[in-house]
């Protein structure tokens, strides 16, 4: 069965500075990964994805991950954080195939200014 | 922007109740999947329609039932509402279910509180 891991639950950072959280999943096959961002009371929006090619992907708002097969991580990175950027934030895997997703738990980003 | 839309946004129902949330997916978008999202945690795959079949389920019990129409918008309906249901149902639709690679929108959600 396919997991994914988000060990960070709540992360603070200052404003300007670099962000990077961690995303760990389990899976048997050639893993769809994606990363979505989610404000309170809000539905999903999808950052980025990685589906196949390069293991370096760039997304929306600056963001950045690399998929490391060797180490099943997906992490998210962002060199200069913004104030806006203070959300929840999920990694999910899913089977190419299906699409149908396996959620982490969630990495809530605080922002100081 | 998504072009998912979800209804209604908010609803409160009783324990034993029965109800039923809708979802218009992205134009063309013939993939529909349903996750719960309680409180605190991540979304959780409920079951997906591809072309008005069901295609895949997660650990949800027979009680979560859905339906796809001809033009692709689904249901989600859930009968004798329990309050571990109270949660955000999130609605994702894509273009076919193949090796694709084509992207999964979400819609905001429809909070459902049971009481």
């Known amino acids: 069965a396919q997991s994914v891991t988000q060990p960070d639950i709540h992360i603070t950072v200052s404003e300007g500075a670099s962000l990077e959280l961690r995303c760990n999943y389990s899976?048997?096959?050639?893993?769809?990964l994606f990363w979505y961002v989610q404000s309170p009371g809000q539905g999903l929006q999808l950052l980025l994805k990685y589906f196949s090619g390069d293991t370096l992907v760039q997304g929306i708002k600056g963001f950045e991950a690399e998929f490391k097969r060797s180490q099943s991580s997906f992490n998210l990175r962002k060199p200069s954080v913004h104030w806006s950027d203070a959300a929840e934030y999920f990694c999910?895997?899913?089977?190419?195939?299906?699409?149908?997703?396996?959620f982490g738990s969630g990495t809530q980003l605080t922002v100081l200014p | 922007e998504t072009g998912v839309t979800q209804s209604p946004t908010h609803l409160i129902k009783t324990r034993g109740q029965q109800v039923t949330l809708r979802c218009s997916s992205q134009s063309g978008h013939n993939t529909v999947s349903w996750y719960q999202q309680a409180l605190g945690q991540g979304p959780q795959f409920i079951f997906q329609y591809y072309r008005e079949e069901e295609n895949g389920r997660g650990n949800f019990p027979p009680r979560f039932s859905g339906l796809q129409f001809p033009n692709y918008s689904s249901e989600l309906n859930v009968n004798a509402l329990e309050l571990d249901d109270s949660a955000l149902y999130l609605c994702?639709?894509?273009?076919?279910?193949?090796?694709?690679?084509?992207?999964?929108?979400f819609g905001e959600g429809s909070w459902l509180t049971v009481v």
């Open positions: 999910a895997v899913g089977r190419v195939a299906t699409r149908q997703l396996t």
């Open positions: 899976y048997g096959a050639t893993p769809y």
């Open positions: 994702a639709s894509s273009l076919g279910t193949g090796a694709n690679g084509n992207t999964i929108y």
